[in-house]
């Protein structure tokens, strides 16, 4: 009975990280593919235009 806590601690380490290593890969991939392509373009050059027009007078 003294000796069940010692392989119940292992499988518990094992089982929660294969969960957020898939999760994460997935979410990495959509996420940064969608959120990079889409708010780095337009976030770089929304900021920059935006910040440089109003200032230069077409």
Same mark, same amino acid.
């Given at each position: %009975? %003294?000796?069940p =806590? &010692? =392989? $119940?601690p292992p499988?518990?380490?094992?089982? /929660?990280? %294969?969960r /957020?290593?898939? &999760?994460?890969?997935? $979410? !990495?991939?959509p996420?940064?593919?969608? /959120?990079r392509?889409? /708010?780095s373009?337009p $976030?770089?050059? +929304?900021? !920059? =235009?935006? !910040?440089r +027009? %109003?200032?230069?007078? =077409?």
């Open positions: %009975p %003294p000796r =806590p &010692e =392989p $119940g499988p518990r380490s094992r089982s /929660p990280p %294969p /957020p290593r898939p &999760e994460r890969r997935a $979410g !990495a991939r996420s940064l593919r969608s /959120p392509r889409s /708010p373009r $976030g770089r050059s +929304s900021r !920059a =235009p935006r !910040a +027009s %109003p200032p230069r007078p =077409p």
